[in-house]
Each structure stands twice: as structure tokens, then as C-alpha cells.
């Protein structure tokens, strides 16, 4: 059993950057991670995942300005945000499951059994 950590989250202007990490408690290397959002009034919704053979999904909404990586060796997952919008404004949840497969992950929140408990984003509009 892995425990999430997040850190990273803050206020930032539309066009700006931030960074969140998320630190496991131990090796994320068989883990399948992922990270989600949820908006205010809305369901979590997935945002970016990387599987355990480093292949990466991306939401729509964040093609071209969110990365997602991962460093095996400070058990840390990131999540890159780059010309943020007001859109991006949630609280961001990292994820890890325990996957079948080396190069697939999932977008189903269902589906991942670990989480960190989150960190608020906020870009006003």
C-alpha cells in the first residue's frame, strides 16, 4: 500500500506556471499514476496519467500545457502546468493503481485504490 502526498498548488495568474508534486511513501515504480482534477460542482475527472512503462494520456484540455513525469528514484510524480487557465482552477489529486499493464493507464478515478488528499489550483478569471 502506497500513501500520496501533494504539494504545489497555489494561485496564479492565467498564462503562469506551477508545478505540484506528489511524494509516495515508497517506490512508484510498478504503479500506474495519474492525476485528476475536480472543479467546484463538478466530478473528478482525469487529467494526465503516465504508465509504469513511462507511455503518458493527456485530457484534451491539457494537451500542449500540462506534462506529467515521474522520478522513480525520489518516488515523486509531477504535473507541469503551463499557460494556466481559469479553467484549471480545481483541487488536484494524484492517484496510483496497481496496473495489468506496462504501457497502458487509466482515466477511471474508480479504478486507482491510492490517493493523496489534493491540492487546490486556483486561477481567477
Known amino acids: 500500500q502506497v500513501q500520496l502526498v501533494e504539494s504545489g498548488g497555489g494561485s496564479a495568474q492565467a498564462g503562469g506556471s506551477l508545478r505540484l508534486s506528489c511524494t509516495a511513501s515508497?517506490?512508484?515504480?510498478?504503479?500506474?499514476m495519474g492525476w485528476f482534477r475536480q472543479g467546484p460542482g463538478k466530478e473528478r475527472e482525469a487529467v494526465a496519467c503516465i504508465s509504469v512503462g513511462t507511455n503518458r494520456r493527456y485530457a484534451d484540455s491539457a494537451k500542449g500545457r500540462l506534462t506529467i513525469s515521474k522520478d522513480n528514484g525520489a518516488n515523486t510524480l509531477y504535473l507541469q502546468m503551463d499557460n494556466l487557465k481559469p479553467e484549471d482552477t480545481g483541487v488536484y489529486f494524484c492517484?496510483?493503481?496497481?496496473?495489468?499493464?506496462?504501457?497502458?493507464?487509466?482515466?477511471?478515478?474508480?479504478?486507482?485504490?491510492?490517493w493523496g488528499q489534493g491540492t487546490q489550483v486556483t486561477v481567477p478569471g
Open positions: 515508497g517506490s512508484i515504480m510498478n504503479y500506474t
Open positions: 492517484a496510483a493503481l496497481v496496473p495489468s499493464e506496462r504501457f497502458w493507464c487509466s482515466y477511471i478515478p474508480d479504478e486507482y485504490p491510492f
